[in-house]
Nanobody, 125 residues
Framework: QLQLVESGGGLVQPGGSLRLSCTAS????????IGWFRQAPGKEREGVSC????????IFADSVKGRFTISRDNAKNTVYLQMNSLKPEDTAVYYC??????????????????WGPGTQVTVSS
């Protein structure tokens, strides 16, 4: 059973930073594109950032470009989302997901198959 677990969420003031981690158990992440997605109350789940299996290609939503970075450490079976200059509108539950096709396509929720339970990020003063 492919399982992903997110960690690193919490409460942060506007302008602050958080680093989210996505760790796999039961399988190696090395072959999978990994995406970070978020869902705010009353809104649809949206793609935040995705990274190819090698880490050589990345996609970012326009709303986070220049503020968020994505990286992976395949030796640690972990993908990271570094979030800087956080804004109240970044408040959401953040999910990581793996694409079982192993193909790096668009950063959209319907392209990804295996999901973690999510971690809450709240940006508020």
């Amino acid at each position: 059973q492919l399982q992903l677990v997110e960690s690193g969420g919490g409460l942060v003031q506007p302008g602050g930073s958080l680093r989210l981690s996505c760790t796999a158990s039961g399988f190696t992440l090395n072959y999978y594109p990994i995406g970070w997605f978020r869902q705010a109350p009353g809104k649809e789940r949206e793609g935040v950032s995705c990274i190819s299996s090698s880490g050589g290609s990345t996609i970012f939503a326009d709303s986070v470009k220049g503020r968020f970075t994505i990286s992976r450490d395949n030796a640690k079976n972990t993908v990271y989302l570094q979030m800087n200059s956080l804004k109240p509108e970044d408040t959401a539950v953040y999910y990581c997901a793996a694409d079982a096709s192993w193909l790096f396509k668009k950063c959209a929720p319907d392209e990804y198959d295996h999901w973690g339970p999510g971690t809450q990020v709240t940006v508020s003063s």
